[in-house]
């Protein structure tokens, strides 16, 4: 009897503290004033004039369209082979690729009938060298010459800011950086200054950047610079406002580079181990490792082995890399 009483009391008083946390607890801690604040805030001042509400609406406008029209375009476009060429910094034309690959491919075939004799694995020795490595290598090209532009660009933005601060041309401060800036951002502004002498608007030849360096850096940059020459405003604010967000991304991704540091080395080590494991086994017993290249069997648990290997480091992958 003594237990059911002090559960009803518990319940009671869990009870109790509910209300008390619902009903009271806002009045004591003013949170009820703090919403009535934020509701006159929210609540509709005296009525502008027509003609200002006019202008509003119409500069809201352009800036939606704005946005809805860089979106848009940047979902249409797909990345072609040579606009992934261009983006790693590469002067290579299609040709060239598609020999290079070839060659490769050709080098993987010729290197694996050294190892084995077997036609499916020289096939599939080549098709990794033709297609996989090729293709490789230039994304990790690619990625190394966006993150060179990702780190060197807020310095952009800000030498822009500062010029118009100054009363420098939007146009001046462009070639400035295309001048004295560092690669990649020196090479892509200049094509900005040159697409500009060929007649373009600024807004035109600042939209190109997208195409080159599709990456969220360069859509803002593009996105501020076409409303302000559509809507008007002021462009220094704008710009130092997306300075500081871009070196707020690079702060984070320094952070999350940092915390996910020790699950990047345990994935280098689970993903090592079966290497170094086989190595060792090798190096003790030969010949108890032969059985996996010597016979079919052996040949189709290495196949196996390597499928689910791959699995396993593809999802180790996506684990530890995160999107900002």
């Known amino acids: 009897m003594n237990t059911h009483m002090w559960i009803v009391m518990g319940l009671a008083m869990v009870a109790a503290g509910g209300v008390v946390q619902v009903f009271i607890y806002p009045y004591l801690s003013g949170d009820i ?5 934020q509701a006159a805030l929210r609540s509709p001042g005296p009525k502008r004039n027509a003609e200002n509400q006019t202008d509003a609406a119409s500069r809201r406008k352009q800036i939606i369209d704005s946005l809805k029209e860089v979106e848009a375009r940047g979902k249409r476009k797909r990345q072609t082979l040579d606009a992934r060429i261009a983006q790693a910094g590469l002067s290579w034309s299609r040709k060239h690729y598609i020999i290079a690959s070839a060659v490769a491919g050709a080098l993987a075939g010729g290197l694996m009938c050294f ?15 033709g297609f996989g490595f090729p293709a490789w290598t230039l994304n990790f090209l690619r990625k190394r010459r966006l993150k060179k532009f990702v780190d ?20 001046d401060c462009l070639r400035v950086i295309a001048a004295e800036s560092a690669e990649p ?16 608007s600024t807004g035109e030849a600042v939209e190109r950047i997208v195409e080159r360096v599709p990456i969220p850096e360069a859509s803002f940059f593009a996105i501020v610079i076409n409303i302000q020459q559509k809507a008007g405003g002021n462009l220094a604010e704008a710009l130092g406002n997306l300075s500081s967000v871009l070196r707020g991304r690079k702060m984070m991704k320094a952070k999350i580079q940092a915390m996910s540091g ?14 170094v494991v086989a190595i060792m086994a090798y190096v003790t017993s030969p010949k108890y490792m032969e059985l996996l290249w010597t016979t079919q069997t052996g040949e189709l648990v290495l196949g196996c082995c390597a499928v689910w290997m791959g699995i396993g480091i593809f999802i180790m992958k996506n684990m530890i890399n995160f999107d900002i």
Request: glycine residues 8%; hydrophobic residues 50%; charged residues 20%.
């Open 33 to 37: 004033k703090a919403e009535k604040r």
């Open 185 to 200: 951002v020196r090479s892509e502004f200049r094509q900005i200054a040159e697409a500009q002498t060929m007649g373009l």
């Open 152 to 171: 060197e660009f807020p310095n952009a933005v800000d030498i822009i800011t500062r010029g118009v601060k100054a009363g420098l041309p939007l146009g």
């Open 115 to 129: 190892a084995t004799a077997n036609p499916l694995i020289i096939m599939a020795a080549a098709v990794v060298g």
């Open 262 to 275: 020790e699950a990047k080395a345990s994935a280098y080590i689970i993903g090592a181990m079966p290497f």
